[in-house]
C-alpha cells in the first residue's frame, strides 16, 4: 500500500511578483485531495488526513478509468458553478456521509479533479525532485488521457497576466510556485506562495466575543433600512494583544441585552452593543447566507466613535 504523504501548503502573500524562476497557476477554491492508485485500489484522502474515498464515488469512476496503476496525484476537487470554481457547492459535496445523500449530490454537484502535482510513480517517491520536473512528468502521464473531470492545472510564464484574469473571472487568486522547488511535506513552505483577490468594507461592530486575554472577536453589522443592523458574521483575525484588551475594556459601557441587529444568529457568546464602532474589514467572498467568507479586521475607523 503506498504511504500517505501530508500535503504541502502555500504561503500567503500581499501582491504577486514577476520572475522567470517561477511559474503561475490559478488557485482552485475546492477541497485539497490527494489521489492513491495503488495496483487498482484507488483512496481520496483529504488534506487534514481524513479519507475521503466514500463521498466522491463519480470521481473513483473517474479516477478507476485512468491509465496508471501507481501514482500519487495532488490536487484540488472543485465544484463549478457559473464559470467558477465554487466552495460552497464542494462544501455540500464534503459534509455528507449518509450514502443515500452521496449517491443524489454525486448526480446533482458532480465534482472535477484539478490536479498540480505528482509525488509519487510507479515505485518512485519524487517529493525530493525539482517542481519543473514533477510538471513535466505530470504533462506525459495526461498527454493521452481524456477524462473529462480530471484535468492538470494548467501553468503559466506571467503572473500579473493570470493575476489579471483570474480578478476579471471572479476566481480566487493564484498560487505561485518556485521552479527548482523541492515537495516539502506537512505544512506551509515559501516555495508555494498564494495570492488572493480580497475585497474591502466598512462594518460597524455590533457586539463582542469574549477569550482570553480579552475579546476574542467582533460581531459585525451592515446598516439595514432606516436605523437597523444586519448581522454579517464575526471577525478576529487581525486584533492586536493590545486592541484585544482595549475593547475588553471598553465594551461593558456599551452593552446592551438583546441583540442590536435584526437578524442575530444563534450563537449565545455574543456580548450585543450599540452599534458605532466602525473598522474596515477585508474579506475573500460573501456566503449563500450573507455573511463574510474569510473575514480580518485591517483597521478602526478614526471617523467612528472613539474607544
Not at 196 to 214: C, N, Q, Y
Amino acid at each position: 500500500m503506498l504511504k500517505r504523504i501530508s500535503p504541502m501548503k502555500p504561503m500567503l502573500r500581499d501582491e504577486v511578483f514577476q520572475s522567470k524562476n517561477w511559474l503561475y497557476q490559478a488557485k482552485w477554491d475546492g477541497v485539497r485531495m490527494l489521489a492513491y492508485l495503488d495496483q487498482g485500489n484507488i483512496r481520496l484522502i483529504n488534506g487534514k488526513g481524513a479519507d475521503r474515498t466514500e463521498r466522491y464515488p463519480d470521481m473513483i469512476a473517474s479516477l478507476s478509468r485512468l491509465p496508471f496503476t501507481n501514482v500519487i496525484l495532488d490536487g484540488e476537487l472543485v465544484v463549478f458553478h457559473q464559470g467558477k470554481s465554487d466552495f460552497f457547492q464542494i462544501l455540500k459535496r464534503d459534509l455528507v456521509s449518509a450514502s443515500h445523500r452521496i449517491q443524489i449530490l454525486a448526480r446533482q454537484l458532480p465534482v472535477h479533479f484539478m490536479i498540480f502535482d505528482l509525488l509519487y510513480e510507479e515505485s518512485r517517491l519524487l517529493i525530493d525532485q525539482y517542481l519543473s520536473y514533477r510538471q513535466a512528468r505530470l504533462q506525459d502521464l495526461f498527454s493521452h488521457v481524456k477524462e473529462e473531470r480530471i484535468q492538470q492545472t494548467d501553468s503559466f510564464d506571467d503572473g500579473s497576466a493570470l493575476w489579471e484574469e483570474t480578478r476579471h473571472r471572479g476566481w480566487e487568486g493564484i498560487i505561485m510556485k518556485e521552479r527548482e522547488g523541492l515537495y516539502h511535506p506537512g505544512g506551509k513552505h515559501p516555495t508555494w506562495q498564494k495570492v488572493k483577490h480580497f475585497r474591502l468594507l466598512t462594518a460597524t461592530v455590533s457586539g463582542v466575543i469574549l477569550g482570553t486575554g480579552g475579546v476574542h472577536s467582533l460581531a459585525l453589522a451592515l446598516p439595514e433600512g432606516k436605523n437597523g443592523w444586519r448581522y454579517i458574521g464575526r471577525a478576529g483575525s487581525g486584533l492586536s494583544a493590545e486592541e484585544r484588551q482595549i475593547l475588553a475594556d471598553w465594551y461593558p459601557s456599551q452593552e446592551r441585552s438583546s441583540p442590536t441587529v435584526v437578524n442575530p444568529p444563534s450563537d449565545r457568546d455574543i456580548h450585543w452593543i450599540v452599534p458605532s464602532l466602525q473598522v474596515k474589514v477585508r474579506y475573500l467572498e460573501w456566503t449563500p447566507v450573507g455573511s463574510l467568507r474569510s473575514p480580518r479586521i485591517e483597521g478602526f475607523l478614526s471617523s467612528s466613535s472613539s474607544i
